[in-house]
């Protein structure tokens, strides 16, 4: 039997973690996350010296899940968890979109 975990999580706008730190939070090794850092599927520029935010570490905590729930490479998990952001935001947009006062602005469904 497969157990289902859902995880609410909130970006903190504030968060600023250095690689390493980021790393620690994954629960894996700096050298895991540098790699993903380089082929720029975590952050943006591919610089390992970066720091890293809040939604880096959600992306981070997803590819590293995903790679070690599939059994999957990099670029594979890297496309699971794009699919899976997509996936909320459009989401969002659908539920923004039929909130009272959602897209048309007089809530009207």
């Known amino acids: 039997m497969v157990e289902t975990t859902i995880v609410e999580a909130t ?6 973690m250095t690689l390493d730190e980021l790393a ?3 629960g894996m090794q700096p050298q895991w996350l540098a790699s993903r850092v380089q ?3 975590i952050g943006a520029g591919g610089e390992p010296t970066q720091r890293f ?3 880096d570490l959600l992306r981070a905590r997803r590819l590293a899940r995903t790679e070690v ?3 999957v490479n990099a ?8 699919l899976i952001e997509e996936l909320t935001r459009l989401r969002r947009m659908l539920s923004d979109a039929s909130a009272p006062g ?4 007089d809530g009207a469904q």
């Open 11 to 16: 970006i903190i706008a504030d968060l600023s």
């Open 69 to 71: 729930m599939f059994d």
């Open 75 to 82: 670029d594979a998990a890297a496309f699971i968890v794009d």
């Open 39 to 41: 082929d720029e599927l």
């Open 24 to 26: 620690d939070a994954c």
């Open 102 to 105: 959602g897209a048309d602005g």
């Open 53 to 55: 935010g809040s939604a």
